[in-house]
């Protein structure tokens, strides 16, 4: 079935340091890939998807096939940055699946 | 409308309760999906429509859920004789089409709580 792992629930790190916010899925086709966001009393948002190759807020994501990861990253990360963040893949058909989230924060 | 609306915002219910939930999509989007987000386990699929095509329940946690999808717009999710485990947030979001490749617009949920 398919699988997404996001390993960290909480990751802390200091305002400008750089962040990575890990995820792996379980699929060996050729998925589609997404980062969502939800900031504090906003709905969940999507942040960037693989297919688009962007960047958004400084954010980017590289997919690996060969470790099935799309790994988020940012080199410096910003107070604005805490969120919580959920990995998702959808492979071809209607149903979007979601990892479980990582609540980021950053400290100033 | 300007994005997916869902009512009520809150709603606590005592056990044994029947609640509804209700999602009204972007105007326009075809596709409606159902997800439960609960602390540590992420978002949970639960149904999807797409179009006036029947619904694929395959994520509905028991036949104590259900939903429908009226005029193609307008969605109801129940949950019938409420038990404490199915307190949650339960988010609605909407997309273009169905294929699933476009991004999802959410709602800002139903956080629902059973005493």
């Known amino acids: 079935a398919q699988r997404v792992t996001q390993p960290e629930k909480l990751l802390s790190v200091f305002k400008g340091a750089p962040v990575e916010l890990k995820c792996n899925y379980s699929?060996?086709?050729?998925?589609?890939l997404f980062w969502y966001v939800q900031y504090s009393r906003q709905r969940l948002q999507l942040l960037l998807r693989?297919?688009s190759r962007e960047s958004i807020k400084g954010f980017t994501a590289d997919l690996n096939k060969g470790e099935t990861s799309f790994h988020l990253k940012k080199p410096f990360a910003q107070e604005e940055d805490s969120a919580m963040y959920y990995c998702?893949?959808?492979?071809?058909?209607?149903?979007?699946?979601f990892g479980a989230g990582t609540r980021l924060f950053v400290k100033a | 409308g300007a994005g997916v609306s869902q009512s009520p915002s809150n709603k606590v219910t005592e056990k044994g309760k029947d609640v509804e939930l209700r999602c009204d999509p972007i105007?326009?989007?075809?596709?409606l999906y159902w997800y439960r987000q609960s602390l540590g386990q992420g978002l949970e699929f639960l149904i999807y429509f797409q179009g006036n095509s029947a619904p694929d329940k395959s994520g509905l946690p028991s036949d104590r859920f259900s939903a429908e999808r009226t005029g193609g717009s307008v969605s109801t999710l129940t949950i019938q004789r409420t038990q404490q485990e199915d307190s949650a947030v339960y988010l609605c979001?909407?997309?273009?089409?169905?294929?699933?490749?476009?991004?999802?617009?959410f709602g800002s949920g139903t956080q629902l709580s059973v005493l």
């Open positions: 979001a909407s997309s273009l089409d169905g294929t699933g490749r476009e991004k999802l617009f």
């Open positions: 693989h297919i």
């Open positions: 699929y060996s086709g050729s998925p589609e």
């Open positions: 998702a893949v959808n492979t071809g058909g209607f149903k979007t699946i």
């Open positions: 105007s326009g989007h075809t596709a």
